[in-house]
C-alpha cells in the first residue's frame, strides 16, 4: 500500500507569511508581490514577495530553496522558502526578527541564523 502525506510547509504560501499576524514588531513591511518578475529562468521560485526587510522566494522543493540560498551572499533558507537581504535597509535585528519568525512557522525549526 501506497501511502501519499503533503508535508505540512509545503501548503504555506508565501501569501500566508505576510497576512500572519505577530506579536510585537511587524517585520513584513512594504510588502510588494514581485512573482511576475523575480520568479524565471534565473530564479525558479514559485512565488516571490519583496519587503523593506527582505526578497522572500518560495520554491517547489527544499533542495531548490537550499540551492538558490547557497548563491547569495546574504541570505537565509528555512525549508521551502529563502530570504535575501541584499539591498535591503531595514535594521540588522528586524531582518533577524524576520527569519525567526519565517522559521517559527514550524515547531521543528532547530537550526541557526547566519550572524550578519
Known amino acids: 500500500m501506497i501511502y501519499w502525506f503533503t508535508h505540512p510547509q509545503l501548503t504555506l504560501t508565501l501569501e500566508d507569511v505576510m497576512d500572519a499576524g505577530y506579536t510585537g ?8 508581490e514581485i512573482t511576475d518578475t523575480a520568479c524565471n529562468s534565473d530564479i525558479k521560485c514559485v512565488e516571490a514577495y519583496s519587503t523593506a ?37 531595514a535594521s540588522v535585528d528586524d531582518q533577524l526578527f524576520a527569519m525567526q519568525i519565517l522559521a517559527g512557522m514550524w515547531n521543528d525549526y532547530e537550526g541557526d541564523f547566519p550572524t550578519r
Not at 25 to 32: A, G, H, L, N, S
Not at 59 to 87: C, I, K, P, Q, W
Request: aromatic residues 18%; proline residues 0%.
Open 25 to 32: 514588531k511587524d517585520v513584513t513591511t512594504d510588502v510588494v
Open 53 to 89: 526587510e527582505a526578497n522572500y522566494y518560495r520554491f517547489r522543493t527544499h533542495a531548490a530553496a537550499t540551492d538558490y540560498e547557497a548563491t547569495l551572499d546574504d541570505g537565509f533558507s528555512v525549508n521551502y522558502f529563502v530570504m535575501d537581504f541584499a539591498g535591503k535597509d
